[in-house]
């Protein structure tokens, strides 16, 4: 299935064999963030066409304007 299902994530946790809540997911999109979220993984929302919306922000660990910013995010 498609985005927002987990599905795609689900499968990399069971490749990665790994804990989902040691996993992070780096998305643009509201469908992404929420992708991510339902599969119990760490997100971080890089907005790109669309503004995230208050329900996306619940979602995501952090929202950074660019992946440079990841960086930083995490470091700290």
Not at 28 to 54: F, Q, T, Y
Request: hydrophobic share 40%; aromatic share 6%; net charge negative.
């Amino acid at each position: 299935r498609y985005k927002p299902a987990p599905d795609i994530f689900l499968r990399a946790i069971e490749l990665l064999d790994c804990p989902p809540q040691e996993c992070l997911v780096l998305e643009d999109s509201p469908c992404g963030v929420c992708a991510g979220w339902r599969a119990g993984c760490r997100v971080i929302m890089i907005p790109d066409l669309v503004e995230p919306s208050g329900e996306d922000l619940e979602r995501a660990d952090a929202c950074v304007p660019s992946l440079n910013e990841v960086i930083s995010y995490l470091e700290n």
